[in-house]
């Protein structure tokens, strides 16, 4: 393919305050993500991190500039960027089987392979046996691997993620983390994820987007040249770990700046 | 499991030995007699939740009967007790002429309670999905609501007539309201992240509406039904007593002029039971239709 999967070109967007005046989540913001790619968006909460997932995802538009998908503009959400919310977005009223059918029912595809395919899917993520239990009868862990197995069947170029596993405990986190890289690697789906923790950026991602807020930026863009799978006890691991910290910290001094100076105001 | 300790124990014990205790077939025994318990725990609870309900209602009758035949300041004829409440019953009961009354009553708040819930259902899903059509509705919906609907019988009787028409568009009309406020107020609060995850899925419009916001919109629909049925007795009573040839409330009101306390407590009585029926009906059919939703009742 020519020219990068994601495209963000200069992309600001601004919204009203309560009181009318102009919010800037985004400012000027340029990012490029290819195919296949795994990247971790981190920063504090207002820097835009997921402004920038429901601009991909075709929930909102840019105030300014441009977000094109293949090189084309983006008009509204679409099955080619499956999203994972942070909880709460399975129907409530469909077993996890039904759930992960949904995709595929609007494509019309055929009951009986839309059941082979839904089963397939549940149990790349292990969840084979809970396919006629509603989400009510799930734990929080495995509604989320439910959650993921409806955004990849439908065989997604991306996959949007908004802090998927920060509801869930640390535990469990750890082993969704594991899944997430087994089956991105499997899969070579593209993977842009939200989250504020950095530990988990460093375990996942090839590239962490750090942003800061007021207006949201991105400050810094480092790749992690870490081979997978990556130890959390290792030296190397400590280090992208510090360097990430770092920069969250350098970005997050700018904030209590600019928050000061609003305070002031 | 192990065949040496099958060996020694089936060696060295009788047959009426109990396997080691972490024998597999041991523990399926164990978890089946649990369970068995666990099952006969909830039955026993179950029936003594009945008999609790029935002594209730044997004491209620217990003093009803008692009041008019021990205190002198009742007047039997103002409160007949339940024993000649029923003498009066059966008869009628066996002469058909209190099942007539049911059917006619019955077949009036269906048909209106039915044609409430396909309008209701509609202009809530249409008022909530719609700005348009909500800004352009909402003062005339409610307003309309907020005028109680018991002021619209003789209305009502002027423009339908005393036949059916009048009292099947009484209880239409009166829940009506509830049905149409709660889907929309539930369609209207539908979770974006249902919309978005059905919009990143591929769901088109009629797709979204009819497997999204319907179903996600349901617990409310649903509390707004519930009402809607309580809403059509009030209605039905209503519009029966302003004049009707048969039904349960036309029942009472002969009763009222022929100063037969007896009659007219005997239509209390069918009504309250209705209402009851009405609703255990209600949340039973809910629970078997829809399994995920658990909070009813």
């Given at each position: 393919?020519?020219?990068?999967?994601?495209?963000?070109?200069?992309?600001?967007?601004?919204?009203?305050?309560?009181?009318?005046?102009?919010?800037?989540?985004?400012?000027?913001?340029?990012?490029?993500?290819?195919?296949?790619?795994?990247?971790?968006?981190?920063?504090?909460?207002?820097?835009?991190?997921?402004?920038?997932?429901?601009?991909?995802?075709?929930?909102?538009?840019?105030?300014?500039?441009?977000?094109?998908?293949?090189?084309?503009?983006?008009?509204g959400?679409?099955?080619?960027?499956?999203?994972?919310?942070?909880?709460?977005?399975?129907?409530?009223?469909?077993?996890a089987?039904?759930?992960?059918?949904?995709?595929?029912?609007?494509?019309r595809?055929?009951?009986?392979?839309?059941?082979?395919?839904?089963?397939?899917?549940?149990?790349?993520?292990?969840?084979?046996?809970?396919?006629?239990?509603?989400?009510?009868?799930?734990?929080?862990?495995?509604?989320?691997?439910?959650?993921?197995?409806?955004?990849?069947?439908?065989?997604?170029?991306?996959?949007?993620?908004?802090?998927?596993?920060?509801?869930?405990?640390?535990?469990?986190?750890?082993?969704?983390?594991?899944?997430?890289l087994?089956?991105?690697?499997?899969?070579?789906?593209?993977?842009?994820?939200?989250?504020?923790?950095?530990?988990?950026?460093?375990?996942?991602?090839?590239?962490?987007?750090?942003?800061?807020?007021?207006?949201?930026?991105?400050?810094?863009?480092l790749?992690?040249?870490?081979?997978?799978?990556?130890?959390?006890?290792?030296?190397?691991?400590g280090?992208?770990?510090?360097?990430?910290?770092?920069?969250?910290?350098?970005?997050?001094?700018?904030?209590?700046?600019?928050?000061?100076?609003?305070?002031?105001? | 499991?192990?065949?040496?300790?099958?060996?020694?124990?089936?060696?060295?014990?009788?047959?009426?030995?109990?396997?080691?205790?972490?024998?597999?077939s041991?523990?399926?025994a164990?978890?089946?007699?649990?369970?068995?318990?666990?099952?006969?725990?909830?039955?026993?609870?179950?029936?003594?939740?009945?008999?609790?309900?029935?002594?209730?209602?044997l004491?209620?009758?217990?003093?009803?009967?008692?009041?008019?035949?021990?205190?002198?300041?009742?007047?039997?004829?103002?409160?007949?007790?339940?024993?000649?409440?029923?003498?009066?019953?059966?008869?009628?009961?066996?002469?058909?002429?209190?099942?007539?009354?049911?059917?006619?009553?019955?077949?009036?708040?269906?048909l209106?309670?039915?044609?409430?819930?396909?309008?209701?259902?509609?202009?809530?899903?249409?008022?909530a999905?719609?700005?348009?059509?909500h800004?352009?509705?909402?003062?005339?919906?409610?307003?309309?609501?907020?005028?109680?609907?018991?002021?619209?019988?003789?209305?009502?009787?002027?423009?339908?007539?005393?036949?059916?028409?009048?009292?099947?568009?009484?209880?239409?009309?009166?829940s009506?309201?509830?049905?149409w406020?709660?889907?929309?107020?539930?369609?209207?609060?539908?979770?974006?992240a249902?919309?978005?995850?059905?919009?990143?899925?591929?769901?088109g419009?009629?797709?979204?509406?009819?497997?999204?916001?319907?179903?996600?919109?349901l617990?409310?629909?649903?509390?707004?039904?519930?009402?809607?049925?309580?809403?059509?007795?009030?209605?039905?009573?209503?519009?029966?007593?302003?004049?009707?040839?048969?039904?349960?409330?036309?029942?009472?009101?002969?009763?009222?002029?022929?100063?037969?306390?007896?009659?007219?407590?005997?239509?209390?009585?069918?009504?309250?039971?209705?209402?009851?029926?009405?609703?255990?009906?209600?949340?039973?059919?809910?629970?078997?239709?829809?399994?995920?939703?658990?909070?009813?009742?």
């Open positions: 393919m020519s020219g990068p999967l994601i495209d963000f070109d200069r992309v600001s967007q601004i919204y009203a305050a309560r009181d009318g005046s102009p919010v800037w989540a985004l400012s000027d913001v340029s990012l490029r993500v290819e195919a296949g790619e795994f990247v971790c968006l981190i920063g504090p909460s207002g820097c835009g991190k997921s402004t920038l997932i429901h601009l991909l995802a075709g929930f909102l538009k840019p105030t300014s500039g441009a977000v094109r998908f293949r090189g084309r503009p983006l008009d959400p679409g099955p080619d960027r499956g999203v994972v919310f942070q909880e709460y977005a399975l129907f409530a009223w469909m077993t089987r039904q759930n992960v059918e949904f995709g595929l029912r609007m494509q595809v055929s009951a009986p392979v839309r059941r082979r395919r839904a089963l397939e899917a549940l149990d790349r993520v292990g969840l084979r046996h809970a396919a006629d239990r509603y989400p009510h009868e799930l734990s929080g862990g495995m509604r989320q691997r439910v959650a993921v197995a409806r955004a990849l069947v439908v065989e997604p170029e991306v996959v949007l993620m908004d802090e998927p596993f920060a509801a869930v405990d640390a535990m469990t986190r750890t082993t969704l983390q594991e899944d997430l087994r089956l991105w690697r499997e899969t070579g789906v593209s993977v842009l994820f939200v989250t504020h923790n950095i530990d988990e950026a460093v375990f996942l991602a090839q590239r962490v987007v750090v942003m800061g807020a007021g207006p949201g930026v991105i400050r810094e863009d790749a992690v040249d870490l081979p997978y799978p990556r130890d959390r006890g290792s030296a190397e691991f280090r992208e770990y510090a360097r990430i910290a770092a920069a969250l910290a350098r970005g997050s001094r700018g904030t209590d700046q600019s928050d000061g100076e609003r305070r002031a105001a | 499991m192990t065949a040496a300790t099958d060996d020694v124990t089936g060696n060295d014990l009788s047959s009426s030995r109990r396997p080691a205790l972490e024998a597999p041991d523990r399926d164990f978890a089946k007699e649990f369970r068995r318990a666990h099952r006969r725990g909830l039955r026993r609870a179950a029936w003594l939740r009945a008999l609790l309900n029935v002594t209730g209602i004491l209620f009758l217990a003093v009803w009967e008692a009041v008019p035949r021990l205190g002198t300041w009742v007047n039997p004829v103002l409160l007949p007790p339940p024993s000649v409440v029923f003498d009066t019953f059966v008869p009628m009961l066996l002469s058909g002429e209190i099942p007539a009354n049911i059917l006619a009553s019955l077949r009036r708040a269906a209106g309670f039915g044609i409430a819930t396909a309008t209701g259902v509609t202009a809530g899903l249409l008022t999905r719609i700005g348009l059509l800004h352009v509705s909402e003062p005339i919906l409610h307003g309309f609501r907020s005028v109680p609907s018991i002021a619209l019988v003789p209305l009502s009787v002027l423009w339908f007539g005393i036949g059916e028409g009048s009292k099947v568009a009484l209880v239409a009309w009166g009506f309201f509830p049905i406020i709660t889907t929309f107020i539930g369609v209207r609060d539908v979770p974006a249902y919309l978005r995850s059905a919009a990143c899925l591929g769901a419009r009629l797709a979204t509406l009819l497997l999204v916001v319907l179903p996600a919109a617990p409310m629909i649903l509390a707004g039904l519930r009402q809607g049925i309580a809403v059509s007795l009030i209605l039905l009573v209503a519009a029966e007593l302003s004049g009707a040839r048969e039904g349960v409330a036309y029942m009472m009101s002969t009763g009222h002029q022929m100063f037969r306390v007896d009659i007219m407590l005997i239509g209390l009585v069918l009504l309250g039971t209705f209402g009851f029926i009405a609703d255990r009906l209600f949340v039973a059919l809910i629970r078997r239709l829809f399994p995920w939703y658990t909070t009813a009742s």
